[in-house]
């Protein structure tokens, strides 16, 4: 997999062609970086357009890039007066974006190029606890513990629009880049918005109280991540208990709950991010940060995430699920277990983090 330093990129492997489908039950670990000391944990973990590189945000206040490709690591940088997570390439591979976990609230423009601030989203007053980009162009949307979900542009350093919405922790776009849904846990809601008159009231709202009472029960697990199939037909609700919803995008009927027996990773969820604000605001978390432990392949047809145990589970969504919608896993065996799990269409390759970063590929000898 990896090769001279001063090579070129090689040409993408034959599985990267592949259909899921194909490859999905051979995917094994082919690259492990190891982390420098195991009292430190990747927190965020996100692709560039490319697929050629991968940045992870480390709890030890650090970011660090790695060419997918090569599968080298490339460069670290330190971000240690305000910290890091949720690190996200813009549009432009150099340029990442990513939210503070001290000192204040702001979301930071950075580039890798010369190793310095672009530009600062300024207007969270609590902690950000989701940051996702447009697809379709440099417009992006966060979510904090204030309340607020605001919607930017890379362009300018003042917030385009703001919604204030009790909880609402999580939000994504949809692959057409037209709708947002807003999750909040709190409120027991997805609500969605068309982009262009996200000032109005929600043309959708996904009322979860029941889904949440009867798979996840009072003390039953956050919810710690949404997103959208890329066929645009289920929404993915991730959590950290025992299981994830996948909702019919558009009458938000649950149409699995991906079930793992195991438990979860441990990651702390957005409503337990520790505050920026008060006297605690310094304190370090008795568990690491996280993005939420699941991810869709590119197809729509699985999700594959993390568990109590070493490894990765997949669920097939293609089949419909039983009458009590309860959808068991298959497990791949792999090192460390999958807090954070990144899937890299380009490549046909899946990326999973704890303590270290594992790359995993298809294994030729077993598709054959």
């Known amino acids: 997999m990896a090769s001279g330093a001063g090579a070129p990129p090689p040409p993408p492997p034959e599985h990267a062609t592949q259909k899921v489908a194909d490859v999905i039950a051979a995917f094994r670990p082919a690259k492990k970086f190891k982390a420098p000391t195991q009292r430190t944990s990747i927190t965020s973990l996100d692709f560039d357009d490319t697929g050629d590189l991968a940045v992870v945000a480390r709890d030890d206040e650090t970011l660090h890039i790695y060419n997918a490709a090569l599968g080298k690591h490339a460069k670290e940088f330190k971000s240690q007066k305000y910290g890091v997570h949720l690190a996200r390439f813009s549009h432009h591979a150099q340029n990442i974006i990513y939210a503070s976990t001290k000192v204040d609230d702001t979301i930071r423009f950075f580039s890798t190029h010369d190793n310095s601030f672009t530009r600062y989203f300024r207007g969270h007053t609590d902690t950000v606890t989701s940051i996702q980009l447009c697809p379709a162009n440099d417009t992006f949307i966060s979510c904090a513990k204030d309340n607020t979900v605001r919607l930017w542009d890379l362009q300018s350093p003042n917030f385009q629009g703001m919604l204030n919405l009790h909880g609402a922790y999580l939000a994504c776009y949809d692959p057409s880049a037209t709708v947002i849904a807003i999750a909040s846990q709190p409120g ?142 298959e497990h791949l065996t792999g090192p460390g277990k999958a807090a954070v799990v990144g899937y890299n269409p380009k490549y046909n390759m899946l990326a999973t983090a704890d303590k270290d970063l594992v790359l995993w590929q298809p294994d030729p000898d077993i598709m054959m």
Request: a negative charge; one cysteine or more; charged letters at 20%.
């Open 188 to 329: 027991h809601a997805v609500l969605l918005y068309d982009i262009r008159n996200y000032d109005k009231i929600p043309f959708a709202t996904f009322d979860m109280a029941d889904l949440n009472q009867r798979f996840l029960g009072p003390d039953g697990g956050e919810w710690s991540k949404i997103e959208f199939t890329n066929d645009g037909k289920h929404l993915i609700i991730s959590t950290t208990g025992t299981g994830h919803f996948v909702l019919d995008a558009f009458d938000g009927a649950l149409k699995h709950f991906c079930f793992r027996k195991r438990g979860a990773t441990g990651r702390l969820g957005p409503q337990a991010f520790p505050s920026t604000q008060g006297p605690n605001a310094a304190s370090r978390p008795h568990a690491a940060l996280g993005q939420g432990d699941t991810c869709a392949t590119p197809d729509g047809q699985y999700l594959i995430g993390g568990s109590s145990e070493e490894g990765l589970l997949v669920w097939d969504l293609s089949r419909d699920a039983p009458s009590d919608k309860y959808t068991h896993a």
